[in-house]
């Protein structure tokens, strides 16, 4: 096996429990012996299940903080041969990332270790769009010289997008490149607003589906049309469309115009759908996740039942939100399964929303444990509504005053001490 290779332990273990960024695991790793090694660990083989969607910087940053891990074994592997030599893009992305929240943490030694991998690495320009992000002048003094010799006009657009920045600013002043970016950044002025166009004849719905269906570029405005009419004609052209071309351009539009489109009109045809199992089954369940009725329970159970005892998290999603809406309170057990078990941690705002609407009562120590989870979006639910005993006081003090937590959730903590 090779050594990077991730392998998910058992929920009921503490690295388990660290691997999916669960509250409860950092709520006892400080109790625990060796549970800094199981945290490097998971910061030197990441194991999100969805690298581009899931958090877990900032959770690893606060336990190496808690439990007084030196920055030495990240060091080491970002330096390791196999650096040069590791086809994994996403290799150094995780501590490199929790690099930087250890400096919003106040740990700036990190910053020593950003810097020299920006110097060397492979994947200098992550370190580097790292280190612009901490917004210090001070931890980037010279390497402006390294992002207008190295960067590309791409690579510097990224680096000086978003609000103003004083670490750009300042290179800006030095670096001709980077000012030059920062211009194309700059709106080029208040557009001149065109004219009153010339009114069309409003197209019947037939003609709006011969449009539809011819797949060119004016059959997107068709299609979007007919969902803005809420016409059936819609629900014709997914059956049509989504069995063949689901993943393409054509089957993207007719799904987001059905998900706009929504509403009563569509809950016969979704059902006929979902039940049939064929290729709009799909958009069948998510019509009924989001607008279907108790109706739709047993089939929404179902399919999470199935989902869950395939560890299918991906598609648990859609039947946890139905289910949540409609407050199914016989879908607690498989919420409980699914916060517990699922290696997608994105998954857990939903679950706990779901809980809180189902269950109230039994979702309050979920609340609770959230206030450590890695996800920002069970933090700020848990924020919100776990119960105020002595350890959530502390730890809602804690966030408020947690510079690398996000503003929103900081507020909401302190608003919830006052």
Same mark, same amino acid.
């Given at each position: 096996m090779n050594s990077h290779e991730v392998v998910l332990e058992a929920s009921s273990t503490l690295h388990g429990q660290l691997q999916r960024g669960l509250g409860r695991a950092a709520r006892r790793a400080a109790d625990r012996r060796g549970a800094g090694e199981y945290v490097y660990d998971c910061v030197l083989r990441d194991p999100r299940w969805d690298r581009q969607c899931e958090d877990r910087a900032l959770y690893y940053a606060r336990l190496m903080v808690d439990l007084e891990l030196p920055t030495?074994?990240?060091?080491?592997?970002?330096? +390791?041969?196999? +650096?040069?030599?590791?086809?994994?893009?996403?290799? #150094?992305?995780l501590p490199l990332a929790v690099l930087a929240d250890l400096v919003r943490l106040s740990r700036r030694e990190a910053a020593e270790v950003?810097?020299?991998?920006?110097?060397?690495? /492979?994947?200098? *320009?992550?370190?580097?769009?790292?280190?612009?992000?901490?917004?210090?002048?001070?931890? /980037?003094?010279g390497l402006d010289r390294l992002a207008a010799a190295r960067c590309d006009e791409a690579e510097l657009d990224h680096l000086v997008a978003g609000p103003h920045n004083p670490v750009i600013e300042s290179w800006a002043d030095r670096q001709p490149r980077v000012a030059a970016a920062l211009e194309r950044r700059r709106p080029a002025g208040r557009l001149r607003r065109p004219?009153?166009?010339?009114?069309?004849?409003?197209? /019947?719905? +037939?003609?709006?589906?011969?449009?539809?269906?011819?797949? +060119?570029?004016?059959?997107? #405005?068709?299609? *979007?049309?007919?969902?803005?009419?809420? #016409?059936?004609?819609?629900l014709d052209l997914a059956e049509e469309v989504l069995p063949q071309r689901a993943d393409s351009r054509w089957g993207g539009v007719v799904r987001r115009a059905l998900r706009e489109f929504g509403g009563p009109e569509t809950l016969p045809r979704a059902r006929e759908w979902a039940a049939s199992q064929g290729g709009c089954a799909d958009m069948g369940l998510r019509i009924l996740a989001r607008h279907g009725t108790r109706q739709d329970i047993p089939l929404l159970m179902r399919t999470l039942d199935d989902a869950v005892a395939r560890r299918a998290w991906g598609e648990s999603a859609g039947p946890i939100e139905g289910l949540g809406r409609l407050r199914a309170g016989e879908a607690v057990p498989l919420l409980k399964t699914a916060w517990t078990e699922s290696t997608y941690a994105y998954l857990r705002p939903r679950v706990l929303t779901a809980l809180t609407r189902t269950a109230p009562h039994t979702a309050e120590s979920f609340t609770v444990e959230g206030l450590w989870d890695c996800e920002e979006g069970v933090r700020e639910i848990a924020v919100q509504l776990a119960p105020l005993t002595q350890e959530t006081r502390t730890r809602l003090q804690r966030l408020h005053h947690d510079a690398a937590e996000e503003p929103g959730i900081r507020a909401t903590a302190a608003a919830r001490m006052i």
């Amino acid at each position: 096996m090779n050594s990077h290779e991730v392998v998910l332990e058992a929920s009921s273990t503490l690295h388990g429990q660290l691997q999916r960024g669960l509250g409860r695991a950092a709520r006892r790793a400080a109790d625990r012996r060796g549970a800094g090694e199981y945290v490097y660990d998971c910061v030197l083989r990441d194991p999100r299940w969805d690298r581009q969607c899931e958090d877990r910087a900032l959770y690893y940053a606060r336990l190496m903080v808690d439990l007084e891990l030196p920055t030495g074994p990240l060091a080491e592997f970002l330096f +390791d041969p196999d +650096d040069l030599t590791d086809p994994d893009g996403w290799r #150094s992305a995780l501590p490199l990332a929790v690099l930087a929240d250890l400096v919003r943490l106040s740990r700036r030694e990190a910053a020593e270790v950003l810097r020299g991998y920006t110097e060397e690495g /492979t994947h200098w *320009f992550d370190a580097l769009d790292e280190l612009v992000a901490l917004r210090d002048p001070a931890l /980037t003094i010279g390497l402006d010289r390294l992002a207008a010799a190295r960067c590309d006009e791409a690579e510097l657009d990224h680096l000086v997008a978003g609000p103003h920045n004083p670490v750009i600013e300042s290179w800006a002043d030095r670096q001709p490149r980077v000012a030059a970016a920062l211009e194309r950044r700059r709106p080029a002025g208040r557009l001149r607003r065109p004219g009153p166009a010339a009114e069309r004849p409003a197209r /019947t719905e +037939d003609e709006l589906l011969e449009l539809a269906r011819r797949g +060119d570029e004016g059959a997107v #405005s068709a299609i *979007f049309e007919l969902g803005r009419r809420r #016409s059936p004609g819609l629900l014709d052209l997914a059956e049509e469309v989504l069995p063949q071309r689901a993943d393409s351009r054509w089957g993207g539009v007719v799904r987001r115009a059905l998900r706009e489109f929504g509403g009563p009109e569509t809950l016969p045809r979704a059902r006929e759908w979902a039940a049939s199992q064929g290729g709009c089954a799909d958009m069948g369940l998510r019509i009924l996740a989001r607008h279907g009725t108790r109706q739709d329970i047993p089939l929404l159970m179902r399919t999470l039942d199935d989902a869950v005892a395939r560890r299918a998290w991906g598609e648990s999603a859609g039947p946890i939100e139905g289910l949540g809406r409609l407050r199914a309170g016989e879908a607690v057990p498989l919420l409980k399964t699914a916060w517990t078990e699922s290696t997608y941690a994105y998954l857990r705002p939903r679950v706990l929303t779901a809980l809180t609407r189902t269950a109230p009562h039994t979702a309050e120590s979920f609340t609770v444990e959230g206030l450590w989870d890695c996800e920002e979006g069970v933090r700020e639910i848990a924020v919100q509504l776990a119960p105020l005993t002595q350890e959530t006081r502390t730890r809602l003090q804690r966030l408020h005053h947690d510079a690398a937590e996000e503003p929103g959730i900081r507020a909401t903590a302190a608003a919830r001490m006052i």
